[in-house]
């Protein structure tokens, strides 16, 4: 009978303030275990990186791969930030110095139709005991966005199959999963072959682990709150028992220089982007939950250039902070506007034009203090909606570019991404034509406005 140990983080999110206790608890625990006869394991599930972080941002999520470094992880898989917030240049470049494998059987280069060279299809650990420990790594398959960066995401319902038709019955099989815990829990009834899952993407927390089928799901919720570790007895590359645990960060001891050590984190990020100088603004641009300030005006402008449309819709809530009169550098931008965010040019008949814009008549006033969350949103309230290009009459009549719409004409705005995937605008998913502009986030957007508005010289 062999001990085998499983220490996994996931979903950091660019949480530098718990890094500090993480790694020194993942060191300190295999040590810990390897003297107590165990052969330990180390991975991490993706979403490490958050370019809301202006260190991630600036150094496009090299700074991350380096801490990362510093653990001595076996292997990790990649979660959307990874895969979806870098051009396809940079996360082909992203790993370049990583000693750990990365793992991930579901993403291929559209161009090559080949997995790229920085990922591994598997990872075969074997272990002293003779076991030998398979582990196989599947992120998140957003279709709409991973084609815009040149790639092909496989489903994994379609993958897994392929997968476990290479194995064979003496493997432990250990699944990092950057799915979320509902396809976590389908993949256990469908697939019990596999003897851990370990999952991510939706931050969900397994304190003691989930037996699901053949399977034991285990999961550390989010932003390095909590460290995870599975146990197995491993006989013949049988698991004859399994458990799973977390650790709470919080309760693990600080040190006097954690603090100093995250505050020179935060400048080395923030130095390097106010080097880049963008504009120069001749009076202070204000931003407000309410009203349609200086900043917001300015943007939707700045989004009917990007995307070539008389028309653009954004909320205030996107807007952090003001621009002082002056010198704006890259990270003032990146405090103001730290989303993974695109804007997106939407095309809709004029009678769904209509029925977007009720919708948004509709839940303004609610959406005002409403406290957003995900879907590349890093801000805390939603705030007004504005319109440039499209007014509303007493009437509920809709005009576009100062002209009554007709029901039967195309119209093009410009939009944000963001509104493809929250709940609150359903006809620009179920009737737009959305293009969304990949090339640039929306700080980049305002910046290359800015830039042309308000030279520095």
Do not use: C
Request: proline letters at 4%; a negative charge.
């Amino acid at each position: 009978m062999e001990k085998i140990a499983i220490l996994h983080t996931n979903d950091l999110h660019s949480h530098f303030e718990n890094w500090p206790r993480i790694k020194r608890y993942l060191i300190s625990e295999k040590q810990k275990l390897e003297k107590a006869g165990y052969f330990v394991i180390t991975v991490d599930l993706g979403d490490a990186l958050d370019r809301a972080d202006p260190l991630t941002d600036a150094t496009d999520g090299k700074a991350n791969v380096e801490l990362l470094n510093e653990i001595g992880y076996d292997a990790a898989t990649i979660g959307n930030n990874e895969g979806l917030t870098n051009s396809k240049d940079q996360l082909n470049h992203l790993y370049d110095a990583a000693n750990f494998d990365v793992v991930l059987g579901n993403i291929v280069d559209s161009d090559t139709k080949k997995r790229p060279d920085w990922a591994h299809e598997t990872k075969m650990i074997n272990t002293p005991g003779g076991n030998h420990i398979k582990i196989y790594g599947l992120t998140a398959p957003y279709q709409s966005t991973y084609t815009l960066e040149g790639w092909t995401p496989i489903d994994d319902q379609e993958k897994i199959p392929e997968l476990l038709s290479n194995d064979n019955d003496d493997e432990v099989l250990v699944l990092l999963s950057h799915l979320g815990v509902t396809q976590d829990r389908l993949i256990a009834k469908k697939f019990p072959r596999f003897d851990v899952i370990i999952g991510s993407h939706t931050h969900h927390l397994f304190e003691h682990g989930e037996k699901d089928n053949q399977s034991l799901l285990a999961a550390a919720g989010k932003y390095g709150y909590y460290v995870g570790k599975v146990t197995l007895e491993v006989k013949n590359n049988h698991v004859i028992n399994s458990e799973a645990s977390v650790v709470k960060t919080s309760d693990l001891p600080s040190e006097p220089e954690d603090g100093k050590w995250l505050d020179a984190l935060e400048k080395r990020g923030q130095d390097i982007l106010a080097q880049s100088k963008v504009a120069k603004l001749d009076k202070k641009m204000d931003n407000g939950l309410r009203g349609k300030p200086r900043m917001v005006s300015e943007f939707l402008s700045a989004m009917k250039e990007k995307a070539g449309t008389k028309a653009a819709i954004a909320n205030n809530g996107l807007f952090l902070h003001a621009l002082p009169k002056g010198i704006v550098d890259k990270n003032q931008l990146h405090q103001i506007l730290p989303h993974s965010m695109h804007v997106t040019k939407t095309t809709l008949s004029g009678s769904d034009l209509w029925r977007m814009v009720m919708e948004m008549q509709k839940n303004w006033k609610f959406l005002i203090a409403y406290e957003q969350k995900g879907m590349g949103f890093r801000g805390k309230y939603f705030g007004q909606l504005n319109y440039d290009g499209i007014n509303v009459d007493d009437q509920n009549n809709v005009y576009f570019d100062g002209k009554l719409i007709d029901f039967n004409q195309s119209y093009e705005i410009a939009l944000l991404d963001h509104y493809i995937f929250i709940p609150f605008f359903p006809t620009v998913a179920i009737k737009g034509d959305n293009n969304i502009l990949y090339d640039q986030t929306l700080r980049e957007v305002f910046a290359s406005y800015l830039s042309k508005k308000y030279p520095l010289e």
